[in-house]
């Protein structure tokens, strides 16, 4: 089994994603041990609690970025944790953390990386006037939303969107986008070399065509 360690500040709909996939038995040989949060009334927690997953809070108060990620390194460590899943946990690791972990922190981010990096990835695309956008899982490295890509969805901007109607449609794509990622790297089948990801079995020709939009004659 490989032990996952799930930190989030928030709803927590993507570690939800993730205990449904392992209960329906879609997530290969990973079991969610942990979930880690900077927030004591995070949702995820509650959600963890009500999965019957370890649920763990570690106050920032007080702490500089390397003494809280010390902590949380030391908790990863003494439950021999695998595989860290950033799902909205709104702190930047530490490049301690992020060294401990090389290569087994995946992040899932709002937006088709590298653009729109950082907060409201929706909203920035909108504000950008791109016609497609979506979600981006990656390994984590020293810089923000900046690791090797794993996996993408591609999600069409339509013209009356608004960041919350193009962030529902984009977090649907984010919860299957982050099952499977997850799923391929505790199979065995990621390996990264520089910026990219080599998935072992993958196929040579997109599954689905891209998205082009339909313009009226
Ligand atoms: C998601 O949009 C994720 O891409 C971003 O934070 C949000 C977390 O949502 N990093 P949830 O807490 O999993 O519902």
């Known amino acids: 089994m490989v032990d996952v360690a799930v930190l989030a500040s928030g709803r927590g709909s ?12 879609r997530l290969g040989p990973a079991r969610v041990r942990l979930v880690l949060s900077d927030q004591e009334d995070a949702r995820a927690l509650q959600i963890a ?16 970025r390397e003494a809280y990620d010390a902590r949380v390194v030391a908790a990863l460590d003494e439950r021999g944790i ?6 909205g946990f709104l702190r930047i690791l ?11 922190i995946i992040n899932i981010h709002p937006a088709l990386l590298p ?8 909203r920035q695309a ?25 996996l993408q ?4 901007v339509l013209p009356d969107d608004t960041d919350e109607v193009l962030g529902e449609r984009i977090l649907a794509t984010e919860h299957e986008l982050l099952v499977e990622s997850v799923r391929l790297f505790v199979e065995g089948r990621l390996s990264v070399s520089g910026r990219k990801v080599e998935i072992k079995g993958e196929r040579s020709y997109p599954r689905t065509p891209l998205f082009v939009p339909e313009v009226a004659t």
């Open 14 to 25: 993507n570690l939800q994603a993730l205990c449904q996939a392992q209960a329906d038995h």
């Open 49 to 64: 609690r009500d999965e019957g997953i370890e649920a763990l809070h570690i106050d920032p108060a007080g702490l500089d």
């Open 82 to 87: 695998d595989l860290v899943v950033l799902a």
């Open 94 to 104: 530490s490049p301690r953390f992020v060294q401990a972990y090389r290569h087994r």
């Open 115 to 122: 653009s729109f990096p950082g907060l409201d990835g929706p």
């Open 126 to 150: 909108l504000d950008h006037g791109v016609r497609v956008t979506g979600a981006t899982t990656h390994f984590v490295d020293e810089e923000v939303d900046h690791g090797p890509i794993i």
């Open 153 to 156: 969805s591609v999600v069409p």
